[in-house]
């Protein structure tokens, strides 16, 4: 059983930055993928952004620009760095790693941007 913890949520303007972490228990490289995704007050769960094995990312199109994943996989660690933030990015933000037969979350981590 692998454990993801994140941190770095909290609140700030718009325009701000803000940098999420995301620690796994184990090596993080025995998934295919890892993630960020988001949920909005009342809304359904999505996908932020996602970097496979190889290193390859893809973004969500509200994301793209501002958004950044990247990876340090001696330390375990995902990274979700936010800039040029909007009140619209508000949600709870949930890390995430699966392969075809795991599929971990995280407990999330609230960011919040006022306008």
């Known amino acids: 059983q692998v454990q993801l913890v994140e941190s770095g949520g909290g609140l700030v303007q718009a325009g701000g930055s803000l940098r999420l972490s995301c620690t796994a228990s184990?090596?993080?490289?025995?998934?295919?993928?890892m993630g960020w995704y988001r949920q909005a007050p009342g809304k359904q769960r999505v996908l932020v952004t996602t970097i496979i094995r190889d290193g390859r990312t893809n973004y969500a199109d509200s994301v793209k620009g501002r958004f950044t994943i990247s990876r340090d996989i001696a330390k375990n660690t995902v990274y979700l760095q936010m800039n040029s933030l909007k009140p619209e990015d508000t949600a709870v933000y949930y890390c995430?790693?699966?392969?075809?037969?795991?599929?971990?979350w995280g407990q999330g981590t609230q960011v919040t941007v006022s306008s």
């Open positions: 995430n790693a699966q392969s075809p037969r795991l599929n971990y």
């Open positions: 184990g090596n993080i490289f025995v998934f295919d993928a």
